[in-house]
């Protein structure tokens, strides 16, 4: 079964707009992480967010993460043709444990 | 820094076959995972490894799949037989876990696809 699961599972906007992505999960976590994959590089890692943290940013990515009602959020500020991705987030395991669980994705088409 | 290495990159079978996999993490990385990523899925974890020894491997199907990492560096998994549902994207990736965090780093995948 899948910890983590994202909403929208796709999301449409013009370059410049900014895409907010969800993820919720059900067990406590340790850490929270969001990853980007694309045809051209992979599965690339984006930021970590451990649960201590509310809110973390690099560059035009802005993480908040609410322990209490289980979800996180991505948002992408100013977006770019480029990035035109699918978004997962992953949870470690149940329980604690580090042990890496994947969503679905939210794929994510940004219009130049 | 070299990153995971995966190969083949491309594979193409029959059902009732078998096939493997080959995975070299980043030097120096002491964690390695291997996951399934079917079309339209987020990857899940089949193995995970720390050095040589097996930290989970619940969602591995034990009966046709296998996963070794001898000297704790380079790792193989292996399909025997193949059936059309293991059609996927068989991801490698590595991390250097420390203070709980793990930042994985991914290879570029090796796409199976049994007829």
């Known amino acids: 079964s899948q910890q983590g699961e994202e909403d929208p599972q796709a999301l449409s906007i013009q370059e410049g707009e900014n895409a907010t992505m969800n993820c919720s999960y059900k067990t406590s976590i340790n850490n929270l992480q969001w990853y980007r994959q694309n045809s051209g590089r992979g599965l690339v890692h984006l930021i970590l967010i451990r649960s201590n943290e509310r809110e973390k940013h690099s560059g035009r990515l802005r993480v908040t993460l609410d322990t209490s009602k289980k979800s996180s959020s991505l948002l992408i500020t100013a977006s770019r043709a480029a990035d035109t991705a699918s978004y997962f987030c992953?949870?470690?395991?149940?329980?604690?444990?580090?042990?890496?669980?994947f969503g679905r994705g939210t794929s994510l088409i940004v219009h130049p | 820094e070299a990153g995971v290495a995966q190969s083949p990159r491309y594979k193409i079978i029959e059902k009732r076959q078998s096939v493997a996999f080959w995975c070299n993490p980043i030097s120096g990385h002491a964690t390695l995972y291997w996951y399934q990523q079917i079309l339209g899925q987020g990857p899940k974890l089949l193995i995970q490894f720390q050095n040589n020894g097996v930290v989970d491997d619940s969602q591995l199907p034990k009966d046709r799949f296998s996963a070794e990492r001898l000297k704790g560096v380079d790792s193989t998994l292996k399909i025997q037989p193949a059936k059309l549902e293991d059609s996927a994207v068989y991801l490698c990736a590595s991390s250097s876990i420390g203070q709980g965090v793990y930042e994985q780093y991914f290879g570029p995948g090796t796409r199976l696809t049994v007829t």
């Open positions: 992953a949870t470690d395991g149940p329980g604690g444990s580090y042990i890496p669980t």
